[in-house]
């Protein structure tokens, strides 16, 4: 079959990678815009979005439409990311564990609604901002300066502790199918410092989570959504795992970015096939097959990311990397040259025997490369170690 990608990213990239490994699939392509167009034209078999924006644009209810096979979730679902306060109530209404919040539309309900939460607290804008519209407070202080800078309506929440696993599911309408637990770094420099970003790395491991606890968050909060809305698509569940068990952050509706770059390494599925039957509502399995090994991903960035950042500067060496994939985020190809075109440019990924030998992979296939300005976390996949070490 035919298979269109949308979006140009670290994860279309991966997606696309795994793909063309797909016995099912004889052709891949990609396009940007004028989709249902493109996809008559070339008669594509399926297609598949990988940002959040076409979606909550409502390419999905366009294709339908038109009995076009797509994976993802209509315009009226992907309002689980698209509105924060939308998604709050919602799962406030069907009972999924949250972190207690307010809503406000004004500073001056905001600050009377300070009195109602203790430090941290954290203070989240309604719409799309690319992980960039979450304050945490530490004092009441930092409290007022959010309340005088982020745009209205916003939520104000509870803060949560814990370890943060993305838990993704692949979902036909009627039935989500988990894909391996993920753990993202979405702080912009080490020991988690500094601002948040689209996030630095990520890492896969069958441990992040017990088969209790997959269990547990299928009952308690993915099947309770699918339910609730027949949602088709990736399901992205950020999950807070508390003391008193997971809560959810926020919900996505599409694949994580860095996240997808690990999970398509680890999958040994034919991803054509079961996307198909997940686009066609025949999802006939409760589990993918996955390989053991953990993967790892570093991204590397443009000097300045996530602030300002200059692109075009030539990237040099990935010919050396060996026993690492280098997927493409942010990169445009000029007269034999390959050069930068974003802020996170590339996503190193490798996978190996246990968590430690992926990152050290993923670690010697990035000091093969090179770009004037780049900077990558040296931490990615450490606190994972840590709690290996610990259990
Ligand atoms: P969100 O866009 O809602 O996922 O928020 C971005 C990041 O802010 C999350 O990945 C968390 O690291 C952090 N965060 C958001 N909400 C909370 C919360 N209630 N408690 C602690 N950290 C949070
Ligand atoms: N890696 C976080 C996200 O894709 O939203």
Known sequence: MKVLVIGNGGREHALRWRLEKSPSVTQIFRADADYVQFVEKSGID???????????????????ARGLAIVGPTAENAALEGSKIHSKRFMERIGIPTARFRTVSSATEAQTALAEF?????????????????????????????????PFPMVMEEFLEGEEVSFIVLCDGKRA?????????????????????????AFSDSR???EAQQQHIMDRIINPVIAATQFTGFLYAGLMMTADG?????????????????????????????????????LNCDS????PEPATCIVMASGGYPGHFETGKQITGIENVKDAVVFEAATKHESSHLLTNGGRVLGVTAKGLDLKTSIDKAYAAVSQ??????HYRRDIGERGLRRWFER
């Not at 399926?46 to 959040?52: A, S, Y």
């Not at 607290?121 to 901002?129: E, I, P, R, S």
């Not at 509706?253 to 996240?259: A, K, S, T």
């Not at 490369?369 to 780049?374: A, L, V």
């Open 46 to 64: 399926l297609t598949v979005v990988g940002p959040e924006a076409p979606l909550v644009a409502g390419v999905v209810d366009q294709f339908r």
């Open 118 to 150: 203790r430090y941290p607290m954290v203070l989240k804008t309604d719409g799309l901002a690319a992980g960039k519209g979450v304050v945490i407070a530490q004092n009441r202080a930092e409290a007022e300066e959010a309340i005088a800078t982020l």
């Open 177 to 201: 199918v988990p894909l391996e637990p993920s753990q993202d770094h979405k702080r912009v420099f080490d020991n988690d410092q500094g601002p948040n970003t689209g996030g630095m790395g």
């Open 208 to 210: 992040i989570i017990t």
């Open 246 to 282: 997971p809560s959810v952050l926020e919900f996505n509706v599409r694949l994580g970015d860095p996240e997808t770059q690990p999970l398509m390494m680890r999958l040994e599925s034919d991803w054509g096939e079961v996307l198909m039957a997940a686009a066609r509502g025949s």
């Open 288 to 291: 993918l097959e996955w390989s």
């Open 369 to 374: 490369i090179h770009f004037e300005g780049m």
